[in-house]
């Protein structure tokens, strides 16, 4: 076990809908990764979070959103879901700073187990 | 990019051999990392390797940086079934972003 907690482990829902994907991070961590793995595209970073504020925005669709909460979790919003968004959803978390990513030093993720979401 | 390239996409190997897989990147980097992802599962840190650092060590495992060439390489000796997996270089520069890793297959 990891300490970061990821809900649900599967998903099955049809084109067109809404999921929402729950992450927890490790205890003492600030900061929220999401990524999402696919066959084709590999391990795409997402967005990330660090104490509620939105820090860094890689390669997600307008179609996604997120948010991380006051007690640090987070939530991965997907919707009008296609069939190319079926894939691995993974959050990590670490004890990042508040500065961008990286600038101070080291930033080693520790990831969940992931979310397997099937848009059928 | 930002993110880490590997090489080779797949590699084949039988048990106590070396495995050594390579890792470019283009920008410039604070430092590297490394991950094991053991299949459908979440990546597992392995190692990391700083700017100013040309070689590290790690139980079976040793990474070394080449900042001039943007490159730096894992290697795992005497490999064991149990090291199964992909691995994945991120450089952190910036966003932590990952190619699309090696996939290694040991047999016994």
């Known amino acids: 076990d990891s300490g970061v907690t990821q809900t649900p482990k599967h998903l099955i829902t049809a084109t067109g809908q809404r999921v929402t994907l729950r992450c927890s991070p490790r205890s003492g961590d600030l900061s929220v990764y999401w990524y999402q793995q696919s066959l084709d595209q590999g391990l795409q970073f997402l967005i990330q979070y660090y104490n509620g504020e ?13 948010q991380q909460f006051p007690d640090l979790h987070s939530e991965l919003n997907l919707s009008s879901l296609e069939l190319g968004d079926s894939a691995l959803y993974f959050c990590a978390s670490s004890v990042a700073t508040g500065l961008r990513f990286g600038s101070s030093g080291a930033n080693v993720l520790t990831f969940g187990a992931g979310s397997r979401l099937t848009v059928l | ?53 040309r070689e590290k060590h790690s139980g079976r495992l040793r990474v070394t940086l080449d900042t001039s060439k943007k490159s730096s390489s894992l290697l795992i000796t005497a490999s064991r079934a ?14 932590l972003n990952f190619g699309k890793g090696t996939s290694l297959l040991v047999t016994p």
């Not at chain 1, 939105?54 to 179609?63: M, P, Q, S, V």
């Not at chain 2, 149990?82 to 991120?90: K, L, Q």
């Open chain 2, 1 to 53: 990019s930002q993110q880490g390239e590997e090489d080779p996409q797949a590699l084949s190997i039988q048990e106590g051999e070396n495995a050594t897989m390579n890792c470019s990147y283009k920008t410039s980097i604070n430092n590297l990392q490394w991950y094991r992802q053991n299949s459908g599962r979440g990546l597992v840190h392995l190692i990391l390797i700083r700017s100013n650092e």
């Open chain 2, 82 to 95: 149990a090291d199964t997996a992909s691995y994945f270089c991120a450089n952190s520069g910036y966003a």
């Open chain 1, 54 to 66: 939105e820090r860094a925005k890689g390669n997600i669709l307008e179609r996604f959103s997120a």
